[in-house]
């Protein structure tokens, strides 16, 4: 199920709300939060087997509560509810004259490593139109998500037990989202799995990204913070070089907003769209685009380039191969459910990176007037 929010204004934040206990209401899960929420049945997340009771209609909410249906919590332990925040999204999707009205679907790239996937929201008005509907934006332009690297960081048990029961993700992808990203507070870069594909470069801060490797994602060092302000979406693209025919350089493919150069960078060309990023560094001669070649160097950046370059190819059968067509008759994948140990070793990673209980069990006595 999933418990969507319509209160204007939310005096708690989504780290407090994600971690209270439910309890049983007129056959339902209402947790210890104001009452006035809206009940919605989600099934899970796999895009081939949705049904239309997992329709989310939402007038004008930024936060939603799932409770994932199959969920088993271990013997003794709270249902916990999953708080999923839309602030993210674009602003055109949350005036007071809008609906939020559509389906959360795990989206995997074609082709792309398994820890490339995320949550996205399929805006369309019924499961019929889903092929033909568009995906929720983010106020980057790009498609608003959630990695898998950031549902396991943040504890959500009830997604990531959906995905794995669904064979959305398997349970060394999970280990390997836990052991790189666990206790790491601070937001994550940009996934990139392609070249050429687009991604959101804030050019006013020291700029990485991570890129899918077999195992795990591996962090890669791009730009330094060559504005004051300013940002733009761009992507990776091969030079061209004979010599080095893997070499690759970032594209300015949109200005997301107006950037000025720091003074120590005036020397750098206007960052322009369909321009090349310059190399910060060069002579004064002519600039210089900024080049990446993981033949020069054994790094972890070599490494992430190198994965990058020699990406996989989609399995015929698996959800990355699946174009989310209307003429699709590609068959579900039949659910294999987490054994007994798979499934306490998750809650484990959950439960120990929950924030301070003793906090959320204040606001929820002061809530029930306790």
């Known amino acids: 199920m999933s418990l969507v929010h319509t209160r204007r204004?939310?005096?708690?934040?989504?780290?407090k709300m994600r971690n209270f206990p439910a309890r049983k209401v007129d056959g339902g899960m209402v947790g210890n939060w104001p009452r006035n929420?809206?009940?919605?049945?989600?099934?899970?997340?796999?895009?081939?087997?949705?049904?239309?009771?997992?329709?989310?209609?939402?007038?004008?909410?930024?936060?939603?509560?799932?409770?994932?249906?199959?969920?088993?919590?271990?013997?003794?332990?709270?249902?916990?509810?999953?708080?999923?925040?839309?602030?993210a999204a674009d602003s055109h999707y949350t005036r007071r004259d809008t609906r939020l009205r559509g389906f959360l679907y795990y989206h995997l790239p074609i082709p792309s490593r398994p820890l490339s996937g995320g949550l996205r929201f399929r805006c369309t008005p019924s499961l019929t139109a889903f092929p033909s509907g568009m995906d929720l934006?983010?106020?980057?332009?790009?498609?608003?998500?959630?990695?898998?690297?950031?549902?396991?960081?943040?504890?959500s048990l009830p997604v990531t037990q959906s995905l794995l029961r669904d064979n959305l993700v398997s349970f060394p992808d999970l280990l390997a989202c836990h052991r790189t990203f666990h206790h790491k507070p601070h937001p994550l870069?940009?996934?990139?799995?392609?070249?050429?594909?687009?991604?959101?470069?804030?050019?006013?801060?020291?700029?990485?990204?991570?890129?899918?490797?077999?195992?795990?994602l591996l962090r890669?060092?791009?730009?330094?913070?060559?504005?004051?302000?300013?940002?733009?979406?761009?992507?990776?693209?091969?030079?061209?070089?004979p010599r080095s025919p893997h070499e690759l350089a970032i594209r300015v493919l949109e200005l997301r907003s107006n950037i000025s150069l720091h003074p120590r960078f005036g020397h750098l060309p206007p960052v322009e769209p369909g321009a090349l990023l310059a190399r910060p560094n060069h002579s004064n001669g002519k600039p210089e685009p900024w080049t990446w070649n993981y033949d020069s160097h054994s790094t972890r950046m070599a490494a992430a380039l190198y994965a990058l370059v020699h990406g996989p190819t989609p399995v015929p059968g698996t959800p990355a191969d699946f174009p989310l067509s209307e003429d699709s008759d590609m068959p579900s994948a039949p659910g294999m459910y987490p054994t007994r140990r798979q499934r306490v070793t998750i809650e484990?990673?959950?439960?120990?990176?929950l924030p301070n209980q003793k906090e959320v069990a204040r606001y929820s006595s002061r809530k029930r007037g306790g």
């Open 9 to 15: 204004a939310i005096t708690p934040t989504v780290s």
């Open 137 to 155: 934006l983010s106020p980057s332009g790009l498609p608003w998500a959630i990695p898998l690297a950031n549902l396991v960081r943040r504890g």
């Open 348 to 353: 484990h990673w959950f439960y120990s990176a």
């Open 189 to 216: 870069p940009p996934v990139v799995h392609a070249v050429g594909q687009p991604w959101f470069l804030d050019l006013s801060a020291p700029s990485a990204v991570f890129v899918p490797g077999p195992h795990s």
């Open 37 to 87: 929420v809206k009940v919605f049945q989600v099934s899970g997340f796999d895009a081939t087997r949705l049904r239309a009771s997992d329709l989310i209609d939402i007038p004008r909410s930024l936060l939603v509560y799932l409770d994932v249906h199959g969920h088993y919590p271990s013997k003794g332990r709270q249902m916990l509810f999953y708080a999923l925040s839309f602030r």
């Open 220 to 241: 890669c060092e791009i730009y330094p913070a060559v504005a004051s302000y300013g940002a733009a979406l761009v992507c990776f693209e091969y030079t061209g070089n």
